[in-house]
């Protein structure tokens, strides 16, 4: 095993590695705009679906965008870089992006050049694929930015031409980091007697509207910590303001003396996305990214409530290295060191991977990407929570996949959307799940930040620390993280007691929609509102407190509320009521509640006097659980 990548790697490697991404992270500096599509590719995505081919893909798409001063796009570089791993050898004859909703073929708008004459061979039908369109189409590109979902990755193959592996495009993301070390002698004033540190991560994603400029962003913070006995974290923030100050904080992670993180042993790593919203803090990030410096990170505790460790930012924010898919999330304990298969990228000749913060034993297969790593026996000779992470040369270090150890293999859980309780759900949708001893107590969160943990319960989705809702012992109410990406999920539950897990297998889609009813089960009537005149100053409610519809008219508005349908495919949204056609007049995303979507819908003269009746949203051909209403 090698234990160091600038000794074990030629370049030539570290190239293969990088091409062997099954998901890459490219990032721009503050000044360029670099967005990237992640998929992961499945034969049952094709239209028909293929259902007889055991075929997986994983494949990023970056793009590199020029913009002149007024926005409009003026040049662009396109880039595909994944791998495939079919059961046999495989020719590939195509590798494509096609514009069209998840439920039809449509054209292709950005080519790769591979086709039937000039192919790409895979002997054992697994491989790198790192291909570059030679033209990219400015048009379908912003057509593409404006509404990613709306397009699919195509691969194709000899037998399959029309198609093997398809999967639709959920979103564009644009991540920019740093990495800064944390000290109490960067307090002010100076915290002598503590001998602390810790490094954090702070990861950047602005959104942008059509024409470039920024109306939204998501920042996440991973910092590990070190102190020499136990402590209570009670605060987590990014302050505006120069080293050797004090400043107010700009960005939050919602920690508070109430919602903290009680750390028996003193050390451990923490890692929270933090959605902006406010002109305020986006505009606080717009200010971090051009003058980093101006800005520093301080982690409080109840010892040091004014700040106990603190780092100034500094440098520019650039790209960090990315573990994008681990062989396991769980672990069983007392049998020694493990060995984990991942699969990383954005590597560099001075990269490492780390275990719990410290550098760990490893080999890597430039033909397939995958990096083995050895997890210590140490660390698995008892319950817990392992990270996983990977620091480059430059010292930015990767956003953790937490790895959860156990003495047993957990008790079965069953995961579903919180709102129709489908057996799908979606990126960023509102889940829950359901089993035994999954928390000792029954606790929600508080503010409008989502906690990670509660009671000391936590959720982790593909290893990434989920938002929580509430906690109880047979139900958790939790929001899947925003970088998950569509496919099969691995879903862990780790409560309070160390040694039980609780596991269950989701599959994530691009949209999962239920509707919220007001018995909270998906039956019955909606937990919705109505309005006579457009105004929301006298609601009407569409639901008793019995669940059963409480009575609306012909014109009056109706607002649903559900989740699952934000990264929709076809803009055009339906419904069905007693037999009649409908069509919302809106459909997305709720915008002050997090997970929560939106549909509205003007009850029309052809439902007067059907009384109740059931509705049915249709949303990429997927229907949502039937709600109640009662029409006049």
Known sequence: MQTSLNTSLSTGLFKACRLAALCLLLAASAQAETLYALVRLSPTNEVPPITTLDATGGMLVTIDVTRNSAGTITAARMNFIGTVAFPGAITVTGLHIHEQDSRNNGPVRFDTGITGAASQMFATGAGIINREVATVNLDALGRLIANPAGFYVNLHTSVNPGGAIRAQITRLSE???????????NEVPPITTLNAFGSATITVNPVRNAMGAVTGASVNFTVAYYFPTAITVRGLHIHEGP?????????????SA????????????FSQTVALTTPASIGSMMRMLVNPAGFYVNLHTNDHPGGAIRGQLGGSFNPAPIIAQVSTYNLLNGNGGALINAVAANLDPGAEPLINGEATQYSFNPATGVITLLVPGNLTSSGGVIALQIRNGNGLISQPVFIAVAGNAGSAAAVVDAAGYSMTVAPESIASVFGTNLATTTVSSTGAILANSL???????NGVAAPLFFVSPGQINFQIPERTVPGPAVVIVRNSNAGLIARAVVNVTATGAGIFTRLANGKGAPAAIATADGGLTFPIALSNADGTPGEIQVGNIAVFFGTGLRFRSSAVVTATAGGVELTPSYAGLQGSLIGLDQINLTIPESLRGKGETDLVFNIDGKATNAVRIKVK
Do not use: F, H, K
């Not at 991540?175 to 002698?185: D, F, P, R, S, V």
């Not at 109430?258 to 451990?268: A, E, K, S, W, Y």
């Not at 009671?455 to 989705?461: E, F, L, N, P, R």
């Open 258 to 269: 109430t919602n903290n993180i009680v750390t028996p042993i003193g050390r451990g790593i």
């Open 243 to 255: 080293a050797g100050a004090n400043a107010g904080v700009v960005i939050d992670t919602g920690l």
């Open 455 to 461: 009671a000391g319960t936590s959720v982790y989705v």
């Open 175 to 185: 991540n920019l980091a740093m990495t800064t070390e944390l000290n109490a002698l």
